[in-house]
């Protein structure tokens, strides 16, 4: 049974239809998460200013530094830097470790994580310290705002993109059971052998030499190796899916054997019909998210073989 090729005209109504259901659900997003999330950071700039010192940046001490981290302050500390700076970047920048227990043992490197902290300041936000005065009252309260607007707009959006993929594969399992497939426990899958039981699947694990995000053994025996994918651009769907689910689609039928693997992107958000296309042509099959009933009535024609 050959997965199902779906022509421009279907691929271009199933893309108005996921755009639709991506505007509704970006118009009605609760705006109550972007403030608790605000909120919860301007207090965190206020703590970092008011009781670590950090309006006055250059003159902090070890000690301070390694305070800032034992309240687990150091992702506003990073927010400071314009643009901020990673994690692991400061981590390699410093050649220091952020764990609170290594910087207060280590003056050196709580000194090496100030000093690349002032080096990369936002000088728009924090005009004070490269001018080497005290800051004003609305200077002070700007700053506040603007970092925590930052830090907030940077949680956000991967909360968006988490919650996102995180509700793609839990709709995808729910339907799965739904119509009796079984979840079993999570393995490595380099043949055919290691791979869930007809009619079962499993959570993401490596398939060959890529992970899947669900790996399901359709009745008829191939290994249907799933890849969730949620887009927020056209632009961000090449990436998802020409650069990534599509690729890894050609390493499975490589790797695990081209009449053994369907390889399959269930699709949520904005997408780009000529990159689909494309997709389609390099073997990967396309479902939605908002119609997984197509799907399900491919995996019922694998009982036919």
Known sequence: MKPPRWSDSDLKADVDRSIALFRHERLDEPVEIWRKTFDAHEAQFRTLFEKHGALDLKSMTADQVARVFEDNLGDALRYLAGPPISEDDLKVLADA??????????????????????QALDSKRFPWVVDNRQPTDAEKRAAVLTSAALITAQRVSTLRRNDGKNKQEGGVKNFL?????????????????????VGEFCSECL????????????YDGRLMPVECKVSNSSTNSVKRVNNDAAVKAGIWRREL??????????????????????????????FWAHDLGKMGEFIEKTRQG
């Open 97 to 118: 470790s952020l764990a609170p227990s290594k910087i207060k043992e280590d003056n050196h490197a709580a000194e090496r994580i100030l000093s690349t902290i002032v």
């Open 177 to 197: 059971r739904g119509i009796g497939f079984q979840e079993v426990s999570s393995r490595t899958i380099r043949t055919l052998a290691d791979a869930p039981s």
């Open 207 to 218: 398939v060959g030499s890529r992970k899947a995000d669900i790996p399901v053994r359709l």
């Open 257 to 286: 054997g081209e009449n053994q693997v369907v390889p399959v992107a269930v699709l949520s958000g904005v997408f780009n019909v000529l990159n689909l296309i494309q997709a389609q042509e390099s073997h990967l099959t396309l």
